[in-house]
């Protein structure tokens, strides 16, 4: 493995400032794009498709959102290319947007950090509404082929709405799962019973309508993302991976600048070193000033 040098990968490279990117499950497809502007591109095997384009709409606040998904033996885009608030799946071999129907009426939410489930049946967007709210959406993928204007409902706070509490970060566990954390904001609802305190987590059973016990932890965290139903990365300032029964850290790296992200929210230019998971979520690549650092899960959660 080398070390503090760069090579090519891929037989292009692209007249432009891409800083993010993300693989279709096949590996046949990528999308690369500007986190926080408005273009990316479209490429299979790593010849151009076509390229792709987002509202300018505060696009320089929050992430581009966008994420691959399969249904029906067909790779689809799932990006918002008509409007900011619009959700949309893009066959990505014909461009065809399916999703794109007269009667769509979409609500006013700022779509982001999008995440499909593994087994391809469920979407999650974890973007935020005026102002600013952080806000969590779960989407049954079928339910949105069949009639997209499931894409247009309203918004409200996962995993319920009489959680009263912002929730700022997701992850999927499993089929069925999502691991949920709140903000440190107050609840912004003070009639209803406060279930979920601030600066918590815990994890929503979404086929069963269940909520465990929600831990708050003696530390901060941001953007959570669940290795298992044990464990889950944390990237806020440097990487740390935390016990999901006990809200205690199990391991920390307090040497390596994993940026400051605890939201979708982030203007650019803020400290946000280049991130990236692999699909098993086992191995964390973090972006230095003149390396690629990658930590990796070993078999005791090390």
Not at 82 to 100: H, P
Not at 130 to 149: A, G, M, T, V
Not at 185 to 204: Q, V
Request: overall charge negative; hydrophobic content about 35%; proline content about 4%.
């Amino acid at each position: 493995m080398k070390t503090g040098e760069i090579e090519q990968v891929g037989k292009y490279r692209f007249a432009y400032k891409f800083d993010s990117s993300i693989i279709s499950s096949s590996g046949d497809y990528v999308f690369l794009f500007e986190k926080y502007g408005t273009k990316g591109i479209l490429l299979k095997n790593g010849e151009i498709l076509r390229e792709i384009n987002r509202s300018y709409y505060h696009a320089n606040d929050y992430e581009y959102p966008a994420s691959f998904l399969e249904y029906q033996n067909k790779t689809y885009l799932v990006h918002c290319p008509m409007s900011y608030c619009q959700l949309d799946f893009e066959d990505v071999e014909t461009g065809n947007i399916v999703t794109q129907i007269s009667t769509r009426k979409p609500s006013d939410i700022f779509h982001s950090r999008l995440e499909v489930s593994q087994n391809n049946e469920y979407l999650i967007s974890k973007g935020w509404i005026w102002h600013p709210i952080d806000i969590i959406q779960l989407y049954n993928i079928k339910e949105c082929f069949n009639d997209p204007s499931v894409l247009d409902k309203e918004y409200y706070s996962m995993p319920a709405p009489d959680l009263g509490r912002e929730i700022c970060t997701a992850s999927f566990i499993g089929e069925d799962q999502l691991l949920i954390g709140s903000s440190n904001e107050e609840e912004f609802d003070s009639d209803r019973t406060d279930t979920f305190p601030a600066k918590s987590f815990a994890i929503y059973n979404y086929a069963e309508n269940t909520l465990s016990a929600p831990i708050t932890p003696d530390f901060r965290f941001g953007n959570l993302v669940a290795i298992n139903e044990r464990q889950a990365w944390d990237t806020i300032k440097y990487p740390k991976i935390i016990d999901l029964g006990t809200g205690n850290l199990i391991h920390s790296l307090d040497d390596i600048d994993s940026g400051i992200q605890s939201s979708s929210i982030l203007q650019f230019g803020i400290n946000n070193p280049p991130l990236a998971f692999d699909n098993g979520r086992e191995r964390l690549a973090v972006v230095a000033e003149d390396s690629t650092i990658i930590l990796s899960i070993i078999q005791n959660g090390g």
